[in-house]
């Protein structure tokens, strides 16, 4: 809490004393009206501050029993502010949050999903894959791929991962890279070697930020069909 400040005239900060429990709160006008909610004996009291007071005060002192307003000194406080303050924090908050959420369902549904785009000139490796469900449909997804001792891997590290289920349901998958197409067997890695490829080719923080911090990524290893 700040200091004592003698907004009304004729009380020292020195001998002040808290009276706890008196709430105030403006009314407005030219001039701030405080009006306390409790004052033992009197009931409501009415205090006139100057101009630029501040809009929350928390309580009123007096040396003594209060006799005239004259006698009131008011100290500066928030009251309401912080809860006020919060809500305006927490509004803002949902805001952002609401935006980003739009965000990461924009860039993973339509750019990622539906447009697809080749990444090839950014210096990434892509692959097209293509999988296929259970009453026979095929569909193709363009990915990012890389080699880890020899081996071609893709990652599932977004939030849409369809082609991922239907490679597991059916791992014949079609694979093209650079207008090669081959077929491959899709396996699903874990332990030592997830662990030895996920280390080896991690995914940059600002991907995960663009991609709303999606679960825990899952690899695929695409062996040459026998």
């Known amino acids: 809490m700040r200091a004592w400040q003698p907004w009304i005239r004729g009380v020292s900060p020195a001998n002040a004393?808290?009276?706890?429990?008196?709430?105030?709160f403006p009314l407005g006008g030219p001039l701030k009206y405080l009006?306390?909610?409790?004052?033992?004996?009197?009931?409501?009291?009415?205090?006139?501050l100057g101009r630029g007071t501040p809009i929350r005060w928390t309580a009123v002192a007096a040396p003594h029993e209060p006799r005239s307003l004259n006698e009131f000194v008011a100290v500066p406080a928030i009251v309401g502010t912080g809860r006020r303050l919060t809500m305006k924090v927490l509004k803002r908050v949902g805001v952002i949050v609401g935006v980003y959420v739009v965000f990461v369902v924009t860039f993973e549904t339509?750019?990622?999903?539906?447009?697809?785009?080749?990444?090839?000139g950014t210096?990434?490796?892509?692959?097209?894959?293509?999988?296929?469900?259970?009453?026979?449909?095929?569909?193709?997804?363009?990915?990012?791929?890389?080699?880890?001792?020899?081996?071609?891997?893709?990652?599932?590290?977004h939030w849409t991962r369809g082609?991922?289920?239907?490679?597991?349901?059916?791992?014949?998958?079609r694979v093209e890279i650079d207008g090669?197409?081959?077929?491959?067997?899709?396996?699903?890695?874990?332990?030592?070697?997830?662990?030895r490829v996920a280390?080896?080719?991690?995914?940059?923080?600002?991907?995960?930020v663009l991609m709303g911090f999606p679960p825990e990524r899952e690899l695929l290893r695409l062996d040459p069909a026998m």
């Open 180 to 195: 090669a197409v081959t077929d491959r067997l899709a396996v699903a890695v874990a332990g030592d070697e997830f662990e």
């Open 199 to 208: 280390t080896e080719n991690p995914i940059p923080f600002r991907f995960l």
């Open 123 to 157: 210096g990434l490796p892509m692959l097209v894959i293509t999988t296929t469900d259970a009453s026979g449909v095929s569909r193709d997804r363009r990915l990012a791929r890389f080699e880890t001792d020899g081996n071609l891997y893709v990652s599932a590290h």
């Open 163 to 173: 082609w991922y289920r239907r490679a597991l349901e059916n791992p014949n998958v």
């Open 35 to 48: 009006w306390a909610t409790s004052w033992t004996g009197l009931g409501p009291v009415g205090a006139v």
């Open 17 to 24: 004393r808290i009276l706890p429990g008196v709430r105030l």
């Open 110 to 120: 339509f750019f990622l999903g539906m447009y697809q785009p080749k990444l090839e």
